[in-house]
């Protein structure tokens, strides 16, 4: 296995360990999720990195990665859902976005039709990492600050939105009169 899927695969392996700390109840806990997250999503950005500097990409990587993707952001969402710190309606529209997405780029593919991240998905994937590890730390941490979180949120509901549009506007036709 090459580095960047080990660092993807590392990715998927920091899951338990977030949702472990985000659900416990210790003092200082917000502190070890949000440094869990945050170094999960640090191996996003450098297993990219990693695979176009040293042209180490591979279908592995490019089913997998995503995938990790998905995890951690919605299992993070998740967390939050039940910890009281997001509405279930706004992790419902997040993740439902993640989960057509993925149907929407496998069909895609299916038919020859790579779908690459937009400028908007990628908007969308740091927009929702700040707004995550704003919310890990809460208001126990963020103080008078932790609305940014909430606005965050917005943020992350508007680019998911948007971003999905720009998929299925730019991709969708030809998706849809590619046959089978």
């Known amino acids: 296995m090459n580095i960047p899927n080990s660092l993807t695969t590392l990715r998927v392996l920091f899951i338990p360990l977030l949702i472990f700390f ?3 109840r210790f003092e200082g806990k917000e502190i070890l999720a949000f440094f869990v997250f945050l170094t ?3 191996t996003d950005m450098l297993d990219g990195f ?3 500097k040293k042209k180490q990409t591979s279908p592995l990587g490019q089913l997998l990665d995503p995938i990790a993707d998905k995890l951690l952001v919605s299992s993070a969402f998740i967390c939050l859902v039940e910890l009281g710190a997001v509405s279930s309606w706004m992790v419902i529209i997040i993740v439902g976005r993640e989960l057509s997405i993925s149907g929407f780029r496998a069909i895609a593919s299916a038919k020859g039709i790579s779908i690459p991240p937009s400028f908007l998905g990628k908007l969308k994937m740091n927009v929702e990492t700040v707004t995550i590890c704003l919310l890990i730390l809460g208001k126990k ?3 008078r600050f932790y609305f940014l979180a909430h606005l965050g949120l917005w943020l992350v509901i508007v680019t998911a939105i948007l971003s ?3 998929y ?3 991709f969708g036709p030809r998706i849809l009169s590619k046959s089978s």
């Open 40 to 42: 999960a999503a640090t």
């Open 168 to 170: 299925y506007k730019k």
């Open 22 to 24: 985000l659900l416990s």
């Open 164 to 166: 999905a549009a720009e």
């Open 141 to 143: 941490y963020m103080g």
């Open 50 to 52: 990693w695979a176009r």
